[in-house]
């Protein structure tokens, strides 16, 4: 319990120092003032509203909210001009085709991995990335989560069962781009970025599956050691690299641990906006 406030610690924290240091107030026209303005031309406000004012005044001053509400107001409308007309619009479709629905298998993609990045972080509170010994640290901090910690067989399932709707749906969606032709010119780009996004969804999957440490992930993780290391030229470093070593060690799930919840994070999430910012540029495309 104790990691999770000081999680929301270091948050409020960070917060506070970006607020101080962001913006410096303008001198020229201090808040008391701008309330006294406000109030001479709207009438007398009450306690509720002054405290809202003088509170959003702070933080204008500081993140300029005011300025990038307007910002973001204008690229929705810009966005909605430059939007395609979709197939149904522009062929004024009163009928809706019972494969348009497949065109939801992206976005539930994004929205299982939204699910899977939220309940990581609460498993990766408790969870303890060790391989030493039998039990190891690793083993007993899932059992922890299983039998003791409240809801966290709950958490862990919701993580489970996330990965495998995650994979699913990346690899039907996969193949309702292919069969809609949508990876056509003008959207090669997008399609390669689909195909590292799909291999990394794979090895996430992977990754997170060895971190129990248990005898299901030794296996899984015998058969993947002895996979690098048979392969040719590059086998020994792609061992080393994603392994920790030719041989599975302690360090093993270290390694595993570190690519789970660090580097594959940040590839993926770089993936997926560079993939949504292009479909935002490009539309949808129209079925062929
Ligand atoms: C983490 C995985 C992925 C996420 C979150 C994601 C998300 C999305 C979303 C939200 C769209 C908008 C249209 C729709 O939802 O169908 C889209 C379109 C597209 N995706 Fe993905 N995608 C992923 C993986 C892939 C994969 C594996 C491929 C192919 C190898 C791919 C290729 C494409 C292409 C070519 C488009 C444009 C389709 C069109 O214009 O109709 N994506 N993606």
Same mark, same amino acid.
């Given at each position: 319990?104790?990691?999770?406030?000081?999680?929301? %610690?270091?948050?409020? +924290?960070?917060?506070?120092?970006?607020?101080? =240091?962001?913006?410096?107030?303008?001198?020229?026209?201090?808040?008391?003032?701008?309330?006294?303005?406000?109030?001479? /031309?709207?009438?007398?406000?009450?306690?509720?509203?002054?405290? @809202?004012?003088?509170?959003? /005044?702070?933080?204008?001053?500081?993140?300029?909210?005011?300025? *990038?509400?307007?910002?973001?107001?204008?690229?929705?409308?810009?966005?909605?001009?430059?939007?395609?007309?979709?197939?149904?619009?522009?062929?004024?479709?009163? +009928? +809706?085709?019972?494969?348009?629905?497949?065109?939801?298998?992206?976005?539930?993609?994004?929205?299982?991995?939204?699910?899977?990045? +939220?309940?990581? =972080?609460?498993?990766?509170?408790?969870?303890?990335?060790?391989?030493?010994?039998?039990?190891?640290?690793?083993? %007993?901090?899932?059992?922890?989560?299983?039998?003791?910690?409240? @809801?966290? *067989?709950?958490?862990?399932?919701?993580?489970?069962?996330?990965?495998?709707?995650?994979?699913?749906?990346?690899? %039907?969606?996969?193949?309702?781009?292919?069969?809609?032709?949508? *990876?056509?010119?003008?959207?090669?780009?997008?399609?390669?970025?689909?195909?590292?996004?799909?291999?990394? =969804?794979? @090895?996430?999957?992977?990754?997170?599956?060895?971190?129990? $440490?248990?005898?299901?992930?030794?296996?899984?993780?015998?058969?993947?050691?002895?996979?690098?290391?048979?392969?040719?030229?590059?086998? /020994? $470093?792609?061992?080393?690299?994603?392994?920790?070593?030719?041989?599975?060690?302690?360090? =093993?799930?270290?390694?595993? *641990?570190?690519?789970?919840?660090?580097?594959?994070?940040?590839?993926?999430?770089?993936?997926?906006?560079?993939?949504? @910012?292009?479909?935002?540029?490009?539309?949808?495309?129209?079925?062929?």
């Amino acid at each position: 319990m104790i990691q999770f406030w000081f999680l929301w %610690l270091f948050i409020a +924290i960070v917060v506070v120092i970006v607020a101080f =240091t962001l913006r410096k107030e303008r001198e020229d026209m201090p808040r008391t003032d701008i309330l006294r303005a406000v109030e001479s /031309s709207a009438g007398s406000m009450g306690l509720a509203e002054k405290a @809202f004012l003088w509170a959003f /005044s702070w933080l204008d001053t500081r993140f300029r909210i005011q300025d *990038y509400w307007g910002m973001s107001r204008d690229s929705y409308h810009h966005m909605h001009r430059q939007m395609p007309l979709t197939h149904a619009e522009k062929y004024k479709l009163r +009928i +809706i085709w019972y494969w348009y629905p497949l065109y939801c298998l992206g976005g539930i993609s994004f929205l299982a991995f939204v699910i899977l990045v +939220i309940s990581g =972080t609460v498993l990766g509170l408790y969870y303890v990335p060790g391989g030493d010994g039998t039990p190891s640290p690793a083993y %007993l901090s899932m059992e922890f989560i299983m039998v003791e910690l409240p @809801f966290g *067989y709950i958490m862990r399932s919701i993580h489970h069962w996330g990965t495998h709707f995650m994979v699913a749906s990346v690899f %039907l969606h996969m193949c309702r781009v292919y069969f809609t032709g949508a *990876y056509r010119n003008p959207r090669e780009l997008n399609w390669l970025i689909g195909v590292s996004l799909m291999f990394f =969804t794979i @090895f996430f999957g992977y990754s997170g599956y060895l971190l129990p $440490w248990d005898s299901l992930a030794f296996g899984a993780a015998t058969i993947g050691i002895n996979m690098a290391n048979s392969t040719p030229l590059i086998g /020994s $470093w792609v061992a080393k690299a994603m392994f920790a070593g030719t041989t599975l060690s302690a360090q =093993t799930v270290v390694r595993m *641990y570190f690519l789970h919840v660090f580097i594959l994070p940040v590839i993926v999430t770089a993936l997926i906006l560079a993939h949504l @910012f292009i479909v935002w540029v490009q539309g949808i495309a129209e079925p062929h």
